[in-house]
């Protein structure tokens, strides 16, 4: 299966959990500072830079998005652009100006599915759903953070220091594990 259709199911599967969150949810603590609100607004910034970086328009800078009154709508919208932006796979051998600076458009896509599958899990915790994101989609983001943080973590940074969890458990867990939060 490609990274355009891991992608894909990723992004999916995030809409469901962001379809699941109540209106009354979305001031709820989800990740660090950040309540469910900016959550999705980011997720939803983040896909509308990598459709825009494959269309060939900039990105924006702010890494929070203008939701409005309506999150749901606004994160399954960025999602669809994303997908409609990303369709051929010979996008996946371009180099593309992101916030971190080029990368290839594979690594570019599995930063995407990463980002949404952890944010997702955020999502999920904070709104008391399960993160159900499928055994493949999983391993992609589990396999791309541990390639992109085999080197360390900068103090300061995105990540936390990864949290102990039991090899058997789920990976979705693991993932979350590893990029520093508690399952």
């Known amino acids: 299966m490609t990274v355009i259709e891991l992608l894909g199911r990723a992004l999916d599967q995030t809409d469901t959990i962001v379809d699941g969150i109540k209106p009354d949810q979305m001031d709820m603590p989800a990740c660090g500072e950040w309540d469910v609100r900016t959550v999705i607004a980011h997720l939803v910034r983040g896909n509308q830079n990598t459709a825009a ?5 900039p990105r924006q800078p702010n ?5 409005g009154d309506d999150p749901r709508s606004a994160y399954r919208a960025s999602a669809d652009e994303v997908k409609r932006a990303w369709r051929d796979p010979a996008q996946l051998e371009g180099l593309y100006e992101t916030a971190l600076g080029k990368m290839p458009g594979q690594a570019l896509l599995s930063l995407r599915l990463s980002d949404n599958v952890t944010h997702g899990w955020d999502l999920a915790r904070a709104t008391g ?3 159900e994101y499928d055994a493949e989609v999983v391993a992609a983001a589990l396999a791309f953070a541990e390639a992109q943080l085999a080197g360390g973590r900068a103090p300061g940074g995105p990540f936390a220091p990864p949290v102990p969890v039991s090899a058997d458990a789920p990976a979705i867990d693991r ?3 590893f ?3 508690t399952p």
């Open 53 to 57: 970086v494959a269309e060939g328009r």
């Open 63 to 67: 890494p929070i998005a203008d939701v």
């Open 129 to 131: 759903q399960a993160p």
């Open 175 to 177: 993932l979350a594990a």
């Open 179 to 181: 990029l520093g939060r």
